[in-house]
């Protein structure tokens, strides 16, 4: 049997030389592919989510992967329709997620991992969403740094693009790479299964399943036809001129200073003419070159999922016209539609674009110089240059759970937990927006963001103790080494005999701009030698075949838990949960009936 990390570098090299992919159903009929695509799904909070039929990583085997590839041979595989539920976006609205069943996120791995090993090569550099070692870090830094004198900003949102992307144009773009007639009817039957929605059955005439390990994917394809068309047909269209031509007031003072300067020579003259400063301070406030330039053009573009933009530098007429080829070839080649009230034009200098949660804008200030330049005179250091900011309304929104008439209050429901689970929950959610808004120039604006919630943890730890703000902050208050010196934040530990003790942190972070932040969506699947992919040591465990409990060689199956806490909030704690919490592991490799007994002790 062909090894896994084998079969895609092969799509891998196929993908680069853009040759079309031949018998690509046969691959899932390799079992060491689904012991990949386990490895690297079991971990996820959702592998112990419940789809339409109950299923979960529970009680995952290779017996179960034989019986998979089994029915993949007879084409009898079928993906059940997802169960859906619905989720609260940040407008108010609730978005539609689709949960599959266990056995189907498996397979979806199974054909991601093809289908990604295949088309990565083939995307667009400016395509950021979903894809491995990019994210929305990688997206903001490359407006940051190479989309200076930016004029207009194009900002494209698109009309529920996941449940908008049409099954027959999907179907098209696939055939045209993938010519195995077997493998793109999987696609089908799994993009039409269906969901279920208190217990009733709908059709899904069009869209992929948001929550589908493979929705990302396949959206990533169907939207690489508008990465193409934006570098093949726009961007060609709206960029030319290497560079503009000189703006005429500009020459005309820089030609005086030149002239003057000679005369200076030729009397040898030491010291500038008051002429010639007053000359100097004059080119500071002219561009170099010339704004109405018609010879000049840039167009610029990144995509993040179905959230795009565009930078241009000319004028306003031409952006929207632009923005009418993108609105006409979206409808009529993907047909899919832009939101009009989202889909903004933005003046770089004087508003600000959205992206990706970020304000950006375009720096101007004339009065700030440079040291040193050209013809020892001082240069403009930001005109043109991007600029990040943190919007206003984050800053208010992330701070609006904490307050109460205006002031920062406790959390009620967090005065049951421990004061370690307390500054936890807090810690974690304040460090993760502080490292997404690490890339702003005004990131020391969350500082508001800390004060509130610092001191909304405060008085729900007061709350719990019935003690006041005072005493709990001179009891949890410490200081760390940072990068940019010491830091003041706040910790609670949890001793542990024979092991470091446990530590949950608030604060702590410098709140200063960090220009190599970067977050990435996905972890690489490509492997070296010196690598191992994850869940290999689950794999090796599972591929021994002893029971860890005991120890009789037979069939095993893996035995997973949701978390470690619901086994050590039991009061009674049976040998299989004291070898879990032992071990520190969610999984357990046992046979069949340790397992059942395992789960006769749950009931």
Known sequence: ?????????????????GLPCEELYRQLFNPNLYLLAYGRIYANHGAMTPG?????ADGMSEAKIGRIIEAMRHERYRFAPVRRTYIPKTNGKLRPLGLPSWSDKLVGEVIRLLLEAYYEPRFSGRSHGFRPRRGCHTALSEVAHNWTGTTWFIEGDISDCFGSIDHDVMAAILAEKIHDN???????????????????WHATLSGAPQGGVLSPLLSNIYMDRLDTFVETVLIPEYTRGKTRRKNPAYQKVENAIWAARQRHARRKEHTESAQVREWRKQLRDLPVGDPRDSGYRRLRYIRYADDHLLGFIGPKAEAETIKQCLSQFLRDDLKLELNQDKTLITHGRTQAARFLGYEITVQHADAKISRGGRINRGLRSINGKIQLRVPRAVIKAKCAPYLKHGKPEHLLQLTECTPFDIVSLYGAQYRGIVQYYLLAGDVWKLDRLKRVMLTSMLKTLAAKHRSTV?????????????P??????????????????????????????????VINDLPPTQFTPRSRPRGSQLIDRLRKGWCELCDQRTRLEVHQVRSLAELRSKEEQPAWA??????????????????????????
């Open 182 to 200: 077997r493998f793109l009817r999987l696609i089908q039957q799994m993009l039409k299964a269906g969901y279920l929605e208190d217990w009733r």
């Open 52 to 56: 339409a039929c109950g299923e979960t």
């Open 484 to 517: 940019q010196g010491p830091r003041r934040c706040f910790e609670a530990r949890v001793e542990r005999a024979g092991r470091k003790p446990l530590t949950a942190r608030f604060g702590g972070i410098p709140l200063t701009r960090k220009r190599t932040a």
């Open 578 to 603: 004291q070898t879990m919490l032992g071990k520190r592991r969610r999984t357990l490799v046992v046979c069949s009936p340790c397992h059942q007994r395992i789960h006769a002790d749950h009931g």
């Open 470 to 482: 005072t005493a709990m902050a001179n009891k949890y208050k410490t200081t760390i080494a940072t």
């Open 1 to 17: 049997m062909q090894n896994a990390e084998t079969v895609l570098d092969v799509l891998r090299e196929r993908g680069r030389r």
